[in-house]
């Protein structure tokens, strides 16, 4: 596994994460600890390092925290643990008054956090979402307390525009504050918007970028097609309009491109992300060890130059 500095920081992970909503989600094997224990040891196993939670994931929110810091006990020291604040916790951690940014709310959820992974750090701590009501100086401000005091070791964000993320990377140089390392966006051969401004943003200011949704939802995974209904078992199976709505003339050529080649679909899309220059880790979810085993060996293949030039054909830069 090739692993790989977080932006410009000191930070290594990964160049495949796992994605960690999927621990105790109902119905699939990784809704018990046995089922969540099994697919993160099978991640060690593959030479993943880099685990991405958030504390609204699971059901109720905050399961999928207890679950990974159940599962990585004993060997903490061997994971990079992400997980995020900033979505709206229903109470659990207090009024928040819409203010999810705010110093005083990041303190409850950090605390929150680290009791529930069961750690007395947490690698990298990212604002899920941009909070408007809060100054995006404040909120540096405390995950810059929060990396004095240990608790916290560096700071991310999720989910901002390019723009955004060079307004928080210049208000820390100039406020002399935490800045980023890392932005984790919405980014696959199927969503290409993030070249626009996340990605030249993220390059200019040193950020690493984490894809999340690297299989577009499982239509990457090959195991969907046009006219076939999906299993009923399958993420998908409740959420037809994304079928629906899929353009498939791309992911059938992506399909073509992957077979001639002898590889996977999942291979073809995990395998192009990591070439993109401003990525370090692709976040990749799974509920079974199986899948874990596929997305750590999709990096085995690698693209030639002449190949990315026939993918961008098929996807065109910056599209959706």
Known sequence: MEHRHLGESGLVVSVVGLGCNNLGRPGTPAESLAGSRAVVTAALDAGITFFDVADVYGAPRGRSEELLGQALSGRRDHAVIATKFGVDMQGTNGPDFGARGSRRYVRRAVESSLRRLGTDWIDLYQLHR?????????TLGVLSELISEGKIRYAGVCNLAGWQIADAAWTAQTERVTKPIAAQNHY???????????????????????????????LLTGKYQRDNKPPSTSRLATRRKLLTDAPWDRIERLRTFADERGIGMTTLAISWLTTQPPVSSVIAGATHPDQVVENAAAVKWRPSPEELTLIDEICPPGRR
């Open 130 to 138: 941009a909070d408007v009501r809060t100054p995006i100086v404040e």
């Open 188 to 218: 696959s051969l199927l969503e290409r918007e993030a070249e626009r401004d996340v990605n030249p943003a993220a390059r200019r200011f040193g950020l690493g970028v984490l894809p999340y949704f690297p299989l577009a939802n499982g």
